[in-house]
């Protein structure tokens, strides 16, 4: 027996409004988002003196969420045109037309311009300069020199590590050393991490014309003197909390540990450049951050 026509076609419409939905949530990147806000958090949290300011953290992380969404998707919108030639990005909402790019740059500008207004009247002026920096470097400068030069990665490595400082600067209202830190810490990590997705999708981004390090010298010898050299300073900076009095002492074995361990993984790339040594570093990297962020959390007097 046929279904009610008028029954069907309302689940037709739900159907179709779940997949706009979740089309404009991918175009948001979710999961950059989310590591985000766990580098924020920890900002606050280390920032925090006495009872922590739950209301202000709230606050500064609903704020960095729609800032971080409306850069995402307006980096998503700069490089549509990119993504469509890249297999591992091709399905993006975006490059397979699922969404029309002015509604995408209207979304994103839309989250953006949300997201810094609540820095500005809901958080304090500092954290404010902070976000406007970040959306200006990222997408302004660091997405449009992609395609020009290798350096276009160690200058996207400053809005990236932002979060942690914006955290601790919701707080605060200043950025002190201990800030600095943590901003280091983020900072320094990024190189292996994405040196080692650039050389496990350095075909892809060459045929999309971003000249990433592994691409311009298929060697990979300038690659790993960047992975290697970050990673060994990445070990005394990730200390640093302990001997500026930011957590308890026992802090620095941990971090000690992981960021030898880190160090190690990038020593295996340098010595058998292949795709496995590569996943194998990124895989490392994407337990780094969040193990390191457990120990400052439970060290912290």
Known sequence: MNG???TTARISQVAAAGTVLSDYYELAKPSIVWLILMSTVMGCYLAADGPFPLAQAVHALCATALLAAGTGALNQWWERDTDARMRRTLSRPLPSGRVQPRSALLFAAGLTLVGLVYLLVGVNALSFALGVCTVVAYNFVYTPLKKRTWWSTALGAFPGAVPPLLGWAALRGSVGLEGWVLFGILFLWQFPHFYAIAWMYREDYRRAGIRML???????????????????????????????????????????LLGVGYLVCGLRLARNCTRARARELLKASVLYLPLLYLFLLVAKP
């Open 4 to 6: 009610n026509p008028q």
């Open 214 to 256: 592994p691409v311009i010298e298929p060697s990979g010898e300038s690659t790993n003197r960047q992975i290697l050299a970050s990673a060994a300073l990445l070990v005394p900076l990730s200390m640093a909390p302990a001997w500026l009095g930011m957590v308890a002492s026992w802090y620095a074995i941990p971090s000690f």
